[in-house]
């Protein structure tokens, strides 16, 4: 089932809402689940309630997994440019979309701060960091990246679809290569191969490989996705559902 409700968000000083998936067998069982966060959660589970008319198709893959988890979708700020504030980490004086005030650090320090607690009191999770993951897509993947290398503590895995990386690369990048990952760290990173153009398809998976070495390094895993004839859009991340959830919780050795 999916249960929706309002959450304050006094740093942004707005009403937010949170769209929680808990599995078919939460209501039968004492078990605890591992927990997912994302990005964006009006595009995950239903298509009439998806900004493009186009959903993730999240609940139907989820209620199909032998060991499904709970996920936490917290939904986007649409008005004017707020998600383009609120899903920047940093403070940018300019961009392709004009200047951003970096709010992203904020929303992740409300996230680890305040949902996440309430998160864990309310339901039967597993708060530990290793069955904390974060996910999101475009502006996004960009926080789910920034959350696991900022607030690697908390989260231990993150999958970042179609990150908008081109935004702050520089900034993100420090974040990797100077954030003393803990070695259990997981991060799945893609994008369609029809997002770009050929240049820029190089130029992005060898940045991608760049930031895959980067964590193996620190003793990290990492996954780089291309996906054949994927556009920027919910059918092609719906699509990756099977293959960043099975890297998230799969035994390492049952990974390609």
Same mark, same amino acid.
């Given at each position: 089932?999916?249960?929706?409700?309002?959450?304050?968000?006094?740093?942004?000083?707005?009403?937010?809402?949170?769209?929680?998936?808990?599995?078919?067998?939460?209501?039968?069982?004492?078990?605890?689940?591992?927990?997912?966060?994302? +990005?964006?959660?009006?595009?995950?589970?239903?298509?009439?309630?998806?900004?493009?008319?186009?959903?993730?198709?999240?609940?139907?893959?989820?209620?199909?997994?032998?060991?499904?988890?709970?996920?936490?979708?917290? %939904?986007?700020?649409?008005?004017?440019?707020?998600?383009?504030?609120?899903?920047?980490?940093?403070?940018?004086?300019?961009?392709? +979309?004009?200047?951003?005030?970096? *709010?992203?650090?904020?929303?992740?320090?409300?996230?680890?701060?305040?949902?996440?607690?309430?998160?864990?009191?309310?339901?039967?999770?597993?708060?530990?960091?290793? *069955?904390?993951?974060? *996910?999101?897509?475009?502006?996004?993947?960009?926080?789910?990246?920034?959350?696991?290398?900022?607030?690697?503590?908390? +989260?231990?895995?993150?999958?970042?679809? #179609?990150?908008?990386?081109?935004?702050? %690369?520089?900034?993100?990048?420090?974040?990797?290569?100077?954030?003393?990952?803990?070695?259990?760290?997981?991060?799945?990173? #893609?994008?369609?191969?029809?997002?770009?153009?050929?240049?820029?398809?190089?130029?992005? %998976?060898?940045?991608?490989?760049?930031?895959?070495? *980067?964590?193996?390094?620190?003793?990290?895993?990492?996954?780089? #996705?291309?996906?054949?004839?994927? #556009?920027?859009?919910?059918?092609?991340?719906?699509?990756?559902?099977? %293959?960043?959830?099975?890297?998230?919780?799969?035994?390492?050795?049952?990974?390609?």
């Amino acid at each position: 089932m999916i249960d929706r409700f309002p959450v304050r968000m006094d740093p942004l000083n707005r009403l937010g809402w949170v769209d929680v998936y808990l599995p078919d067998d939460y209501f039968y069982s004492n078990r605890r689940y591992p927990v997912l966060y994302m +990005f964006d959660g009006q595009n995950l589970f239903f298509d009439q309630q998806a900004t493009f008319g186009r959903s993730w198709g999240l609940k139907e893959f989820l209620d199909s997994c032998m060991d499904p988890c709970i996920v936490v979708g917290l %939904e986007c700020d649409p008005k004017d440019q707020n998600r383009l504030h609120e899903y920047t980490p940093y403070p940018l004086a300019e961009t392709f +979309f004009g200047a951003t005030v970096g *709010a992203g650090a904020v929303l992740m320090e409300w996230i680890v701060q305040v949902l996440k607690p309430m998160i864990d009191h309310k339901l039967r999770t597993w708060p530990q960091r290793e *069955a904390t993951a974060i *996910a999101g897509s475009s502006m996004g993947g960009l926080m789910a990246f920034f959350a696991v290398t900022r607030h690697n503590s908390v +989260f231990s895995k993150a999958a970042c679809l #179609s990150p908008s990386l081109f935004l702050c %690369e520089e900034e993100i990048s420090r974040e990797l290569e100077h954030g003393g990952l803990d070695p259990d760290t997981r991060i799945y990173w #893609s994008f369609g191969s029809k997002e770009l153009s050929a240049p820029m398809r190089v130029e992005a %998976e060898m940045l991608l490989v760049e930031y895959k070495w *980067a964590l193996e390094r620190q003793g990290g895993l990492g996954k780089v #996705s291309i996906v054949e004839d994927g #556009s920027h859009n919910e059918e092609c991340w719906g699509k990756q559902n099977p %293959e960043y959830y099975r890297f998230f919780w799969n035994d390492p050795k049952d990974l390609d």
